[in-house]
C-alpha cells in the first residue's frame, strides 16, 4: 500500500521567511498527491493537487509545490510566510484502489 | 448546507459504551468518507461510501466500528464497546463522486474522548 512521510513534525519559521515542508511519498504506479491545511478548530482545506502534467502545482494562499518523481517528493513552499499561515499540514497520496493516506502532519508555527 | 456538518462536536463517553457520531456531506456529493485522527498520527482512513456501490470497509480497524449511510446522504459512524484507544477526532468527507480525486471537502471533526 502507499504511504506518506513528513519527517519534520513541528516547524518555527519567522514571519516574511521562506517555507518548505518536506514531503516524501511511496507507491508503485504514478501517485495523486495532495497537500491540506488544518487551521486550529478547523476543517482541512485543500490547498493543492497534483495528478499529472506540469510538475509546479499552483495552490490557495501562496503555496506551491513540486512533484519531483526521481526523489519520491512532494514539498510544498510558500516565499514568504505570513502569521495566519500557523496550522497544520497534511501531505496526502490517492492510490488506484479508493484509499487516500495521510502523513502525520507537519505543525507550523510563525513567529513574529 | 455550505459545507459537510458533523455532530456531536465532542463526546465524552465511559469505557463500554456504545457511540454514534453523524455526518451530514454537502448536498448533491455522492461521496463520502470517514478517518481517524489521532494525535501525531495523521489521519487514518476508515471507510468510504460512494453512491449506491458497497462500500470499501477495508479501514475499519475492528469489528466494533461500523458506518451506514442512508438515502446517499447521511453517515452515522457507531463504535461499540468503546476503549479508550478510540479517542480520537473523527472526520468525515465528501466529494463529487465520479474520479475518486475530486477534491475531499472535510467537516469540523467529533472528538470522542473514551474515559
Known amino acids: 500500500a502507499q504511504s506518506v512521510t513528513q519527517p519534520d513534525i513541528h516547524i518555527t519559521v519567522s514571519e516574511g521567511a521562506s517555507l518548505e515542508l518536506r514531503c516524501n511519498y511511496s507507491?508503485?504506479?504514478?501517485?495523486?498527491l495532495f497537500w491540506y491545511v488544518q487551521s486550529p478548530g478547523q476543517g482541512l482545506q485543500l490547498l493543492l493537487k497534483?495528478?499529472?502534467?506540469?510538475?509546479l502545482v499552483q495552490g490557495i494562499k501562496g503555496f506551491e509545490a513540486e512533484f519531483k518523481r526521481s526523489q519520491s517528493s512532494f514539498n510544498l513552499r510558500k516565499p514568504s510566510v505570513h502569521w495566519s499561515d500557523a496550522a497544520e499540514y497534511f501531505c496526502?497520496?490517492?492510490?488506484?484502489?479508493?484509499?487516500?493516506?495521510f502523513g502525520a502532519g507537519t505543525r507550523l508555527t510563525v513567529k513574529p | 448546507g455550505a459545507g459537510v456538518s458533523q455532530s456531536p462536536s465532542n463526546k465524552v463517553t465511559e469505557k463500554g459504551k456504545d457511540v454514534e457520531l453523524r455526518c451530514d456531506p454537502i448536498?448533491?456529493?455522492?461521496?463520502l468518507y470517514w478517518y481517524r485522527q489521532s494525535l501525531g498520527q495523521g489521519l487514518e482512513f476508515l471507510i468510504y461510501?460512494?453512491?449506491?456501490?458497497?462500500?470499501?470497509k477495508s479501514g475499519l480497524p475492528s469489528d466494533r466500528f461500523s458506518a451506514e449511510r442512508t438515502g446517499g446522504s447521511v453517515s452515522t459512524l457507531t463504535i461499540q464497546r468503546t476503549q479508550q484507544e478510540d479517542s480520537a477526532v473523527y472526520l468525515c468527507?465528501?466529494?463529487?463522486?465520479?474520479?475518486?480525486?475530486?477534491?475531499?471537502?472535510f467537516g469540523p471533526g467529533t472528538r470522542l474522548t473514551v474515559l
Open positions: 468527507a465528501s466529494h463529487l463522486g465520479g474520479t475518486r480525486y475530486n477534491e475531499q471537502f
Open positions: 496526502a497520496v490517492g492510490a488506484s484502489n479508493n484509499d487516500m493516506r
Open positions: 497534483y495528478f499529472s502534467g506540469d510538475t
Open positions: 461510501f460512494q453512491g449506491n456501490s458497497a462500500p470499501d
Open positions: 507507491y508503485g504506479a504514478t501517485p495523486y
Open positions: 448536498s448533491g456529493h455522492t461521496a
